[in-house]
């Protein structure tokens, strides 16, 4: 297997859930050697969440933790037994990295706070990602995705009248995952040029403040101005800054719905796009005038209506007007864009056979990302750590799986 | 002061909108030097973001307005817009006139001092300015460049135009993130996750291209799609897709398996203007399991309907959400959100307000951590910024640039960078190549606003 960018790290991942396991998958699928500790007797809790395949709540078949783990190793380590204390210290020793996203004071009530470990190992860089921050007084609130979407933009993401959403998903504990490995990865390069080793506190509020998406508007227009530039507004309404008769919204189609988005100076693409209607109108006079948007109207629905949303998009993107269709996850996966980049893979795994997973997002000349093995089965390299890295006989797994140890 | 992890690495940044600019000041704020390269013809696009016609629509107009102090753009609007502002600490910028002969030739020598490259233009764009990463990588074999449309630099899609909400539609993120009972998908105002997860996995790549460069001395081209960076962060409902066949759309605020949602609070009823203005009082709520449900109904003071058999387990209350809102939003109406944030999250219950802009800066958690930043800068003066989204234990993160004015770093960058004497700096100048050359704003609007581009 050829080399990959990260093949010399060596990182101890003590995540669960979403944003520490995406972290350390990021050093995962590009080469790292991840080994993933997990509570014994029943693992990671993400083992428990769905979807899982074919909709049985196997814990080797869970997506989440399939695709979250996926170019990990695995072993089982009972954290508040001494001697698995002892192993964890013994791995400390050897690692470049390690993540953990418990609450603030775990660690430390372990006896394996950062202060501990480097002693140990003083090149050690130390990521931990909490809800609010190691300390500040929300330290040990509880979060759901749906209550860190609150602290953010959720306010200016709806319809006016309605309550504000969430997106899709875990995007936001996806993000906070995403984040750490910046701030992980930064780090590394400074131990690569300096042995220096670090604690990194990453709260997953800060990362979601300190976003750039349209909470960089609103903060600073709040700071600026004392209003805001975004707000909840139904896109069927448009865009009422434009002032325009150019197509701008949500427009349902032969078998969906596509997104269009106009303004004063893509008239022309419009109006290439349709030479009759483009030549009824003066450009920029006419277009300004809202009094002509029903006829463009009259003519646009029907037209969307007759037609599917790729071939629309498909036919507006030759004229650069801003349109595309809004696909179902499954069209996703049978996106011919995404077929081409070869970004969706398969992965064999022993449980629940070969399937299809995200792929590589960034393509490098060279192979950086690679799979090499599919998430790991609970407890599934205990030996292959204990026994052939530290030392310990087959016989000594017994006892320590007997005493909860592993 | 202790070296910061980026310090010592070069970025060229010549990134247009939102995740370049994102991924550039991240590496900014972590002690890398970001050169932003402008042309001194026209804003950068950041700064001219949501610039309209007439002027006054800018100003006024409802739905994309941009943030300027006071709502005034003053004599250079480019240095006031927010847009701008907030990713251009820790950022230099200078002028340089791509178009022109002698201008690609003052940037590739530029490039010859770079570690990191990044550029998010159209896909084919710098490759028509002549500046593809072919031409680049030969001027600097070691450069770590990459390029980072939406779509990468391949594939069917790859020009295909649009902003953010475009993208993600294509992406199916529309298609999971609206009210599950509208009748058609309604909301992607302007929350674009791929800008997010297009940031971060820039700004990963970059630091990966270094590393890669330590251990073979080579430089790495980097083709990087956006969109491909934010599919992983909902990777389970496409691999629920492909694994299952399920297409699954929009639950809105809702969970697969705990009881939640978004409950208003004592204040306003919410209203086109309460949108736009704040003021609104929201309260999310996560039940998940019986132990939450129990320090919600203690909060509550164990009214009777919480001991409905209906409520009695995580199954019944899931089966019966919509009368459980009903009951928590007759509640939720009679109080603050801020209170009940804290009367739930002292019993263990996941609950918080949905801050608005006011909140976000009040808030006394990102407070007490010192997150946001006061950041001075000449031409629009002080205002507090957000900072900084990690601490460091070793290596403490700091501002070393305020937000750039555009073209203050032209003397640092022309001559202690590129290394341009007196006379070329004098004679590109003469040529419109390099200086401070922007148009007079009071003057009419400049050309390319309206052309086609």
Known sequence: MAEQVLSDVKVLDLTWYIAGPYCTKM??????????????????????????????PH????????????????????????????????????????????????????????????????????????????????????????????????YSHGNEGREPLKMAGNCEQYQAGHMATVATIAAYWLQLNEGIGQYIDVSMQETMTADID???????????????????????????????ITPTGV??????????????????????????????????DDVLNMDNKGV???????????????????????????????????????????????????VEHPVSGKQIYPGNPLKSEDPWWQVRMPAPLLGQHNEEFLCDKLGYSKDDLVKLREAGVI | MAKLPLEGVRVVDMTVIWAGPFATHMLGMLGAEVIHVANPHHMPDFAALFTRWPEQSQLEGLGGRAPYPGRKLGERPWNRNGMWNRVSWNRLTCSIDVNKPEGKEVFKRLIKEADVFIENNGANAIEHLGLGHDVLMEANPRLIC?????????????????????????????????????????????????????????????IMGLIHRKKTGRGQWIDFGQMESFFPHIGEIFMDAAWNGRNQRT?????????????????????????????????????????????????????????????????????????????????????????????????????????????????????????????????CGTYRYPGFPWKFSETPLRVTHSPCMINEDNDYVYKEVIGLSDEEIADLEGKSVLGDLYYDWAGPMPERLWEEK
Not at chain 1, 219 to 230: F, K, P, Q
Not at chain 1, 251 to 277: H, L, N, Q, S
Not at chain 2, 158 to 169: D, F, L, P, T
Request: glycine share 10%; proline share 6%; aromatic share 12%.
């Open chain 1, 27 to 56: 050093f995962a699928d590009y080469g790292a050697d991840v080994l993933k500790i997990e509570k014994p007797p029943e693992g990671d809790p993400a083992r428990r969440i769905g979807p899982f395949l074919n909709d049985d």
């Open chain 1, 59 to 154: 814990p080797e078949k869970s997506l989440l933790f399939s695709h979250l783990n996926l170019n990990k190793r695995g072993i089982t380590l009972n954290l508040k037994s001494e001697t698995g204390k002892k192993i964890f210290k013994e791995l400390v020793g050897d690692a470049d990295i390690l993540v953990e996203n418990f609450s603030p004071g775990v660690m430390g009530r372990l006896g394996l706070d950062y202060e501990t470990l480097k002693k140990i190992n003083p090149r050690l860089i130390m990521t931990g990602i909490s809800n609010f921050g190691q300390y500040g007084p929300y330290r040990d609130f509880k979060v759901s995705e749906l209550v860190l979407s609150g602290m953010m933009d959720q």
């Open chain 1, 214 to 244: 349209h909470r960089t508007l609103n903060l600073l227009d709040w700071a600026y101005s004392g209003e805001v530039a975004i707000f909840r507004q139904d896109p069927r309404a448009g865009t009422s800054a434009l002032l325009d």
């Open chain 1, 251 to 284: 427009y349902p189609t032969k078998d969906g719905f596509i997104r269009a988005a106009g303004g004063i100076i893509f008239w022309p693409r419009f109006a290439a796009a349709f030479p009759d209607i483009g030549a009824k109108y003066t450009w920029p």
């Open chain 1, 296 to 346: 463009v109207d009259a003519f646009w629905y029907p037209w969307c209506l007759d037609r599917t949303k790729q071939e629309i998009m498909e036919y507006m993107q030759k004229f650069k007007y801003f349109t595309t269709a809004i696909n179902t996850p499954i069209d996703v996966i049978e996106s011919p864009q995404l077929k081409e980049r070869g970004f969706w893979v398969e």
């Open chain 2, 146 to 206: 990459m390029n980072m449309p939406a779509w990468g630099r391949s594939g069917p899609y790859m020009n295909y135009v649009g902003w953010g909400a475009m993208h993600e539609a294509i992406g199916g993120h529309d298609w999971l993130r609206g009210y599950p009972d509208e009748d058609h998908p309604t909301t992607n105002n302007f929350r674009f996750h791929m800008d997010s997860a297009g940031g971060a996995m820039a700004a990963i790549g970059a």
């Open chain 2, 251 to 379: 639950i809105g605020n809702r969970h697969p398996t705990a009881v939640q949602g978004c409950y208003l609070c004592r204040g306003p009823e919410p209203t086109l203007e309460t949108s736009v203005a704040g003021g609104e009082r929201w309260i999310n709520i996560t039940i998940n399991n019986d132990e939450e449900w129990k320090g919600f109904c203690d909060v509550l003071g164990n009214p009777e309907w919480t001991k409905d058999e209906k409520f009695s387990n995580v199954v019944s209350r899931y089966k019966n959400h919509d009368e459980l809102d009903e009951h928590i939003r007759e509640w939720t109406r009679l109080h603050d959100n801020f209170e009940i944030f804290y009367m739930l999250q002292e019993k263990g219950v996941p609950a918080g307000p949905v801050w608005d802009w006011r909140d976000a800066y009040m808030d006394p958690q990102l407070n007490a951590r010192g997150f946001f930043e006061t950041l001075h800068q000449a031409d």
